[in-house]
């Protein structure tokens, strides 16, 4: 049921991304890299090695982690 429900969290985010692709020509770029990240994550969830998917679930979250620091960091040093 979970994996189902981010399977279609995923679609749904995707179908947004590409309305703002087409509703705002200056962020393509953007939303492209955004549904092709969609697609790929959901179907992590299908992995069939419990191992493998904790691994990929924990490298994800720490990248997380390190993207949050990071935008605090810069907002901290007046780069964004």
Request: charged share 15%; glycine share 0%; hydrophobic share 65%.
């Given at each position: 049921m979970i994996r189902e429900l981010v399977l279609l969290g995923g679609v749904f985010y995707i179908v947004?991304?590409?309305v703002q692709w087409v509703q705002n020509q200056t962020v393509?770029?953007?939303a492209?890299?955004?549904a092709g990240i969609l697609v790929v994550l959901p179907l992590?969830?299908?992995a069939r090695d419990e191992e493998r998917l904790k691994k990929i679930e924990m490298a994800g979250l720490w990248l997380a982690i390190a993207l949050f620091v990071g935008y605090a960091l810069?907002?901290?040093g007046g780069y964004l």
């Open positions: 947004i991304a590409l393509q770029v953007e492209a890299l955004v992590i969830h299908y810069a907002k901290a």
